[in-house]
Each structure stands twice: as C-alpha cells, then as structure tokens.
C-alpha cells in the first residue's frame, strides 16, 4: 500500500507538472500538486491511517472531477482526474475487502455494534 500510495503521488505531482506547463486550468493544478505531496509524504511515514487517506484523496480526487467537468476543462485533465480518483479508491478497498485476496476474513475489522433500544422521542420513559 505504501508504494501504491507513493506511485500514485508521484503520478499527480508529474499530471500536476504538465497542467502548469500547458498553462491550463490552474485551479485543477494547485489542488493536485498539494494532493500529490501529501500522498507521497504519508507513503514514507509509518503512520496507520495510511488506507484513510487513499479513501479521502479518492473522494478529493472525485469532487474535482466533478469540477473540472463542470467547468470544461481540457478532456486528458479531466480523465486522468477520473483515473486517480479510481485508483485510489481501489488502493482503499484492496485491504478492505477480501475479494482482492491481501486480507483474510480473520483480518478484516470486526465491528459488533452495542446499541440499545431507540429511545424515540414519542416514547414514554419509564421511571423506577
């Protein structure tokens, strides 16, 4: 994970790079040169919330997606937007989800929730 995330990083800062130098869409190319430095950064930490960022530069990646389409930015910004933002995404989910094979189900997160009764407001509460 740690070298995806550094790849990935890597990938931005050059697509980042090239926007500057065609001189277009300076707002999609600032964003993505601080994302890209940030991926890369945590790919050489040793910190454990490596796959939180995978999932939270996926969904950044996916708004400014949405915005350089709004926007009419040239089409092979916008598509290499698209294909980060899945990249990451899938960086996120294969030690997620046992399909991809890097996780085992005795690994994977176990979550019991503990809840009660919902106490709606129209409920009466009984006092002992």
Known sequence: MDGGLAIFGFGLFLLSIANLYARTAYWLAWPLLAISMLAMGMAFS?????????????????????????????WWLTLAVFLFAVAFGLLWAEFRFEYFGHVTRQELPQHHARRGPVHWPWHRRRVH
């Open 46 to 74: 040793e910190s454990k919330r490596l796959r939180d960022v995978s999932l939270g530069v996926s969904a950044v990646l996916g708004v400014l997606f949405i915005a350089a389409l709004a926007t009419g930015t040239v």
